[in-house]
């Protein structure tokens, strides 16, 4: 079993950056793709971006590149989100995702484990 916990969402103004993080519990995290989804109200959730177990391999989806990074430190089981340049087109809960195997896929449904979710808010 892996525990995700996110934090480091709020409220900002469009321009503004935030990076959210998500700690995994657990021994092997180097062994997971780690993957960042989002769900705006009345949407249905969204891939943003996912890494491979290693780091040696990153997706983003297009509405996000060269904005959104995503990095991860396995010494300390832990992921980032950094966002730049928010606008409110990306407000939404941000999810971490775990996935078994360390490729990154960018379907919700090959995660096993999920966050409880951070809401990032960015106003006009």
């Known amino acids: 079993q892996v525990q995700l916990v996110e934090s480091g969402g709020g409220l900002v103004q469009a321009g503004a950056s935030l990076r959210l993080s998500c700690a995994a519990s657990?021994?092997?995290?180097?062994?997971?793709?780690m993957g960042w989804f989002r769900q705006a109200p009345g949407k249905e959730r969204e891939f943003v971006g996912a890494?491979?177990?290693?780091?040696?391999?990153?997706v983003y989806v297009d509405s996000v590149k060269g904005r959104f990074t995503i990095s991860r430190d396995n010494a300390k089981n832990t992921v980032y989100l950094q966002m730049n340049s928010l606008n409110p087109e990306d407000t939404a809960v941000y999810y971490c995702a775990a996935r078994v195997g360390s490729t990154a896929y960018t379907f919700s449904s090959s995660y096993d484990y999920w966050g409880q979710g951070t809401q990032v808010t960015v106003s006009s």
């Open positions: 657990g021994r092997t995290f180097s062994s997971y793709a």
């Open positions: 890494k491979s177990g290693s780091g040696g391999s990153t």
